[in-house]
Every structure is written in structure tokens, then in C-alpha cells.
């Protein structure tokens, strides 16, 4: 679908009538709706070819070369049942798709309709309703879409069956963009050995963590693949962040706001390789004040950087996330065999690993950008016709 199309496609939706208000128009469809449009908005969003196409980054005015008391000479609703404007006073002509007006339309319902709206889990999901089979994922576009749902509404999906040599968990990343890197290397090898920097490579068990917190910008999705699982032991475990952080809010909103509004300091340090540094916030929140991103890493948590007044109640919220996270009854604990990968939303699931002893257990990581994986989604909902899908909107991660 090209940019034309897509202003045009998905509404059966017709302009019924226009009424011109003090700043604005108000727009009745025949579904009963009413949208109002602010002059300047009109203006300001003319895809004609002198104003330019903001799709393709081809928007050739600024807006300051637009008035900002525009105001229509004239407005109709024109024979392709969308609305014609004629501005004043340069005469210039607009026209709106009725569709592409529609799905623009920013009252408080509309806006909140374009809002994903993550499905919040604890131990009672059942891991199944997160498994998706990985022939199906690759060879189906609704495999695939189901697949990508799956990831975006829970944060996280298990792909079954997938091929279990070396090297694999680049096939499943690829369902969902180009590999990056890590503070290590694009695949990293999670195998016990006996020097070793990370405690990814010893047989410990992990507390929930979100990887590499210490980054401005953590990695996106990871994608863990087994390929030898453990004898016994090694299960992964998986904990809602947003989950766990909409608790918080709702049983100490005082705490929740340290953990949202002050930054905690995280680094890593391997003498001479790498030094990394981020004093940053554990909780991140969009212009709505939705959670939009977590990140907890304790075992990376460095000597707090506080106003003293802050330094014991943010010792308090920080204990209170822990304690979430750690109860079993906000967490999944799920099992991968051979061929088995687990993406998770890192900037949404914390993940765990519980202790094993068998030397053999090799598990490989990598991850994708979250704008790549949403991109994939946005072109294949698209493709396939979900235009709600396709320009919904996404929680940002830890942008904010
Ligand atoms: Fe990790
Ligand atoms: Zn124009």
C-alpha cells in the first residue's frame, strides 16, 4: 500500500455534515460520531503537493510559514465524499480524505482507542496462550501476525519448535528485524564457564532483572533460544513489569512516584573493555502517565546518586518493586527445549533463571531494536489490511 492508499483506505464512514465553529470545524459522521478539527490543524496537516507529504518526510512547509489564525474562506464536502477547504487569505485549497480525517480524530476517545493497551499477566496466565508454533510464524503472514500480536500484547511470546543448532536465535530474530549488539556481541553464549564475567555464564540463579540497564537505551527485544537445555533446573522466569509496577502504583502511589521521577544509578565496569554508566529512572511514564517502560537490574545498581531527603524512601520504593518482582505470584516460570526461543519486551519483562549444575546447558541471546520490531508490525498489519494496527500507538520503552 503506498502513501496515496494509505490515506484513503478503511472507512465506510460517511461526512454527513460539516459545521464551521469560532477555531475549528466539527465534522458529523454517519455512525453518529462528531469529531472537531482546530483550523491550524487543518492547515497545518494539507497533503496537497505544495504543502507536502509528511509520510514520505516530504512536508515542505514549517510551521512557521503557516498563520495561526488560519481560517477556512470556504468548506464543503466534496464529491469523494471527503472535505474541501479554501483558506483565506492566500485562497489556498486542502482536501481530507474522509477515512484519513477519521482515523486523525483526537477527542479523548479516539485518542485513547489508538492507545495499545498491554494485557497485564501474573502466574495465572496460562504459558499457552503466549505460544506460537515457529513453521507457522515463518511461513504464514497470520502466523507471523500472531506471532507479533502475541509479543506486543503480553511482551513477550515463546516460539515452539523452531530449528535447534547453533546459531538458530538469528532465524527467530530476523522474524522481527536486524540483529544489534549488546555490550558484548550480536550472539552471546549463555554456558557455564569456569572464568567469567557475567553471571549469565555460571549455574547460579539469576534474580528478575531487565538487561543492561545501565544503557540510556537497554537493548529492545531479546531473543533467548535454547539449544542444549539443562538436565534439571535452568527453567526461565518471566515477571510483568508493568504489572508489577501498576501494583506499586495502586499500594504506595508515594513510592511509585520516586521510582518514576528520580534516577537510579546503574554501571557496569570491566577494567580496561567496558565502562558504562546511566543514572536513569526504573519506571518510565507517556504524556498520559501510563507506565511505558521499566527497567530494574540489581545486580548492575550502583551506589545511589540521591538528595539525601530522597535516600530513604527511594531505599523503601526500590525494597517494594523487589518484593514484587520476586513473588512467585507475579511471575511465569516456563521451561524452553531444544529449538524453543523466548522473546520478551526488555523494556516491559524482567526475566530469570533458576539454578542447575549440568555443564552441557547452552542457551544463545541476542536482541532487535523495539522500533524494528514494531515496524515489522506496522508493514505486515498494514499489508494485511489492520490500518487500527498498523498506526496504533506503542508504548515508547524507556525513551522517556
Ligand atoms: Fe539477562
Ligand atoms: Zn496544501
Redesign the pocket.
Known sequence: MNVAEHRVANTQLLILGVAEQRNGLTVSWSDGHESFFHHIWLRDC???D??GDSYSSKRY?VPSDLCLNSAPQSVEIDNAGGLSVRWAPDG???HYDAGWLRRNCYDDASRDLRRHKPRLWDCKLSVSQAEVDYADALNTDCGRLTFYRTLRDFGFVIVRDGPREPGSVAKVANMIGEMGESAYTQIFDLTPKSKTRTIGNSTRHVPPHTDEAFRFSPPGVNILACVRPAKNGGDTVLTDGFNIASKLRALEPECFELLATRTHRFHRLHEGKLDQQANVRMIALDDRQEICGVRVHTRASGPMDLAADDVEPFYKAHHMLCQLMMAPENQIRLRLNAGDTALFDNHRVLHARTEFTDPERLMQICNVSREEFHERLRILARKMGHLDEAEQVLASGMAY
Do not use: E, G, L
Request: contains cysteine; hydrophobic residues 20%; glycine residues 0%.
Open positions: 494539507c497533503y496537497c505544495i504543502c512547509v489556498h485549497q486542502s
